[in-house]
């Protein structure tokens, strides 16, 4: 990652991401310690001795491709389809090169100039696949191989970025949002045999279409704070209390979990899951884009957008705390037109949730918008998802112009109420 985002994760015994008490726990212990410079070390052969310190060796890699190649529904051949991928200078492209060809894609073709670590970055502005940019040297090997899918990896491999040929052949990017509606959708639905209780988990953020499909299809569905800790968290609680199988889990900037193989977000088996997927599609003569309208005539349209601005420094922090509690002290009665049925401030802790300062307004018909503090950035971000009912006999493409005129403007309205509780501009 760019330096100024250097940091570690830390898991837990039951291999997710650490959530309270065991942060703060840890925290005071590391506290506690003093200065690192006076803290005695261990010789290393002491510490094997005393099974303190253990090299991990060839064989977890070759254990995690076999648990991840386990994720795979569709058992035809896929190696009919055309591969792009980049690990935008990461450290994804050996494992998901070999996952690939593990599960018998032959035709990938890897971005050369992204495919070695280089924390220079150097081809692209900022290594974020969701970045204006990001994907142009893999778009454009995609044209001259006439691949059929795109797969991205951000640099540690975590997140998934796809794009696929829709219907007139044209290659288009999928979002956050779509790309964990189809994964979800089709996990839960190619699942032999099928969980006695599947378990599907996004969080407060992402599109409610996982939670109509879940609905529609008999699945346990569960949201959770942003952060995949909460997400594996929540899932292994419900596991254990419910005996329920987790199939899959989300949050809407990219980032998908796939099974129990990795209780985390990862790019890998999520990359190698979309492929299967992909090859799916072609095998019934569609395209994962086709896929989509499927899911959506279903289990209705659901379009998502986003907007974040930034206000740094100290001023910054100021002008955040303005904008939220001006929404907190005078909840708009309508957002572009939409009556606002409820409020949601997650401050104050909604369905057993910990408090968080995010804040969401419901809609009628469906339709909601949220806004929260970037909890990594001097940034504040609002999510706004539009509910479309495609008219009978309307196409897919149709409604979907429709409904992005009208999420436009509602987006357009409540920056509006933004400004009229302080954001600047």
């Given at each position: 990652?760019?330096?100024?985002?250097?940091?570690?994760?830390?898991?837990?015994?039951?291999?997710a991401?650490?959530?309270?008490p065991?942060?703060?726990g840890?925290?005071g212990e590391?506290?506690?310690v003093?200065?690192?410079?006076?803290?005695?070390?261990?010789?290393?052969?002491?510490a094997?001795?005393?099974?303190?310190?253990l090299?991990?060796?060839?064989?977890?890699?070759?254990?995690?491709?076999?648990?991840i190649?386990?994720?795979?529904?569709?058992?035809?051949?896929?190696?009919?389809?055309?591969?792009?991928?980049?690990?935008?200078h990461?450290?994804?492209?050996?494992?998901?090169?070999?996952?690939?060809?593990d599960?018998g894609?032959?035709k990938?073709h890897?971005?050369?100039?992204?495919?070695?670590p280089d924390?220079?970055?150097?081809?692209?502005?900022?290594?974020?696949?969701?970045?204006?940019?990001?994907?142009d040297?893999?778009?454009?090997?995609?044209?001259?191989a006439?691949?059929?899918?795109v797969?991205?990896?951000d640099?540690d491999?975590?997140?998934?970025?796809?794009?696929?040929?829709?219907?007139?052949g044209?290659?288009r990017?999928?979002?956050?949002?779509e790309?964990?509606?189809?994964?979800?959708?089709?996990?839960?639905?190619r699942?032999?045999p099928?969980?006695?209780?599947p378990?599907?988990?996004?969080t407060?953020?992402?599109?409610?279409?996982?939670?109509v499909i879940?609905?529609?299809?008999?699945?346990?569905?569960?949201?959770?704070?942003?952060?995949?800790?909460w997400?594996?968290?929540?899932?292994?609680?419900?596991?254990?209390a419910e005996?329920?199988?987790?199939v899959?889990?989300?949050e809407?900037?990219?980032?998908?979990?796939?099974g129990?193989?990795?209780?985390?977000?990862?790019?890998?088996s999520?990359?190698?899951v979309?492929?299967?997927?992909?090859a799916?599609?072609?095998s019934?003569?569609?395209?994962a884009?086709?896929?989509?309208e499927?899911?959506?005539?279903?289990h209705?349209l659901?379009?998502?957008?986003?907007?974040?601005f930034t206000f740094?420094?100290?001023e910054g922090?100021?002008?955040?705390?303005?904008?939220?509690?001006g929404?907190?002290?005078?909840?708009?009665?309508?957002?572009?037109?939409?009556?606002?049925?409820?409020?949601k401030?997650?401050?104050?802790?909604?369905?057993?949730?910990?408090s968080?300062?995010?804040i969401a307004h419901?809609?009628?018909?469906?339709?909601?918008?949220?806004?929260?503090p970037?909890g990594?950035?001097?940034?504040?971000?609002?999510?706004?998802?539009?509910?479309?009912?495609?008219a009978s006999?309307?196409?897919?493409?149709t409604?979907?112009?429709?409904?992005?005129e009208?999420?436009?403007?509602?987006a357009?309205?409540f920056?509006?109420?933004?400004?009229?509780?302080?954001q600047p501009g």
């Open positions: 990652n760019p330096p100024e985002y250097n940091g570690y994760k830390v898991y837990w015994g039951n291999g991401q650490i959530i309270p065991h942060d703060q840890i925290s590391i506290e506690a003093g200065p690192a410079r006076d803290v005695p070390l261990m010789a290393p052969d002491e094997r001795r005393r099974g303190l310190r090299e991990v060796g060839g064989d977890v890699g070759r254990a995690y491709l076999d648990a190649l386990g994720l795979r529904r569709f058992r035809g051949p896929v190696g009919g389809l055309t591969v792009v991928t980049t690990a935008l990461g450290v994804g492209a050996r494992w998901l090169r070999q996952a690939l060809r599960a894609f032959t990938v890897e971005v050369a100039e992204q495919r070695e924390g220079g970055f150097p081809t692209v502005r900022f290594p974020n696949p969701e970045e204006p940019g990001a994907l040297l893999a778009f454009a090997l995609a044209e001259e006439r691949a059929d899918l797969l991205a990896n640099p491999a975590d997140r998934l970025a796809a794009a696929a040929r829709d219907g007139t044209a290659l990017s999928f979002g956050g949002n790309i964990g509606v189809l994964l979800g959708h089709y996990l839960l639905t699942t032999e099928p969980p006695a209780r378990l599907l988990v996004t407060i953020v992402s599109s409610a279409q996982l939670s879940a609905r529609d299809l008999g699945a346990r569905y569960e949201e959770t704070l942003t952060g995949f800790k997400i594996a968290n929540r899932a292994l609680e419900v596991e254990r005996g329920a199988t987790f899959f889990g989300y809407e900037a990219l980032g998908y979990a796939a129990t193989a990795v209780r985390d977000k990862d790019g890998i999520a990359g190698l979309f492929a299967d997927l992909a799916w599609c072609a019934r003569g569609t395209t884009w086709g896929y989509l499927e899911i959506q005539r279903r209705g659901y379009l998502a957008a986003q907007r974040s740094p420094g100290a922090l100021r002008t955040i705390r303005r904008i939220m509690d929404f907190r002290a005078s909840p708009p009665p309508a957002v572009g037109g939409l009556e606002v049925v409820s409020v401030d997650y401050q104050r802790g909604v369905g057993g949730l910990p968080s300062n995010v419901e809609l009628r018909g469906g339709s909601r918008v949220t806004l929260r970037s990594t950035e001097p940034k504040i971000k609002y999510y706004l998802e539009l509910r479309v009912e495609a006999g309307e196409s897919i493409a409604a979907k112009a429709r409904g992005q009208r999420l436009d403007r509602l357009e309205d920056l509006n109420l933004a400004r009229e509780r302080g």
